[in-house]
């Protein structure tokens, strides 16, 4: 399962032919779009609808899986004090995993490149938690940069190798979630405890 061509890729500030450039040049044929809401206010090229219109012109195709790999799931049982998610916990949540699944299967059948809206892979979902999965399964991520150049998962500068163990602990002060895999920042204010 490791030569299957799956690619990560973050939209960035890109204008979109620039965008469909950099997937032509690694030839992927199918964005897998990860964000939760598929909408940027400051990139507008790409909302969901604009974008699936703009690759269908060059000819790649769009799947979204937001709903089932997005970094940020509804429930408040992903989510720790501070507004972190819990990684650990989403990656076993059934939704996630026929996500993963459904992800895969698409691999197998086409060049996939999961996308969401940061450039960098080391701060982004994609990279923390969707990358890790995948390679939990045997399947190697290439993670296409900028200015077009990939990377494997080790050159990612905060990859480390993942050893730290997937846990939660209760703080003994407030009660609340900790973990050591879990989202870099809170990303949802209004879902905290």
């Given at each position: 399962m490791a030569d299957l061509g799956i690619y990560s890729v973050g939209h960035s500030v890109h204008r979109i032919d620039a965008f469909v450039g950099l997937l032509?040049?690694?030839?992927?044929?199918?964005?897998t779009d990860v964000r939760t809401s598929p909408f940027s206010r400051f990139n507008p090229q790409f909302n969901r609808h604009v974008l699936e219109k703009e690759?269908?012109?060059?000819?790649i195709n769009y799947l979204?899986?937001?709903?089932?790999?997005?970094?940020?799931?509804?429930?408040?049982e992903f989510y720790d004090h501070d507004?972190?998610?819990?990684?650990?916990?989403?990656?076993?949540?059934?939704?996630?995993?026929?996500?993963?699944a459904?992800?895969?299967?698409q691999a197998d059948r086409s060049r996939v490149a999961i996308m969401c809206s940061e450039e960098d892979p080391a701060g982004c979902h994609r990279f923390i938690l969707i990358t890790r999965g995948l390679r939990s399964r045997g399947i190697e991520v290439t993670h296409i940069r900028g200015n077009g150049d990939a990377e494997s998962t080790e050159e990612i500068t905060s990859f480390g190798g993942w050893s730290d163990p997937v846990y939660e602990e209760e703080s003994l002060l407030d009660g609340s979630l900790?973990?050591?895999?879990?989202?870099?920042?809170?990303?949802?204010p209004g879902r905290r405890r």
């Open positions: 032509h040049r690694h030839r992927v044929e199918v964005v690759l269908e012109a060059a000819g979204f899986l937001g709903e089932e790999l997005g970094g940020r799931p509804p429930g408040d507004g972190h998610v819990l990684y650990g916990r989403l990656a076993e949540s059934p939704l996630f995993r026929a996500g993963l459904r992800l895969i299967q900790r973990s050591s895999w879990r989202s870099t920042r809170p990303v949802s």
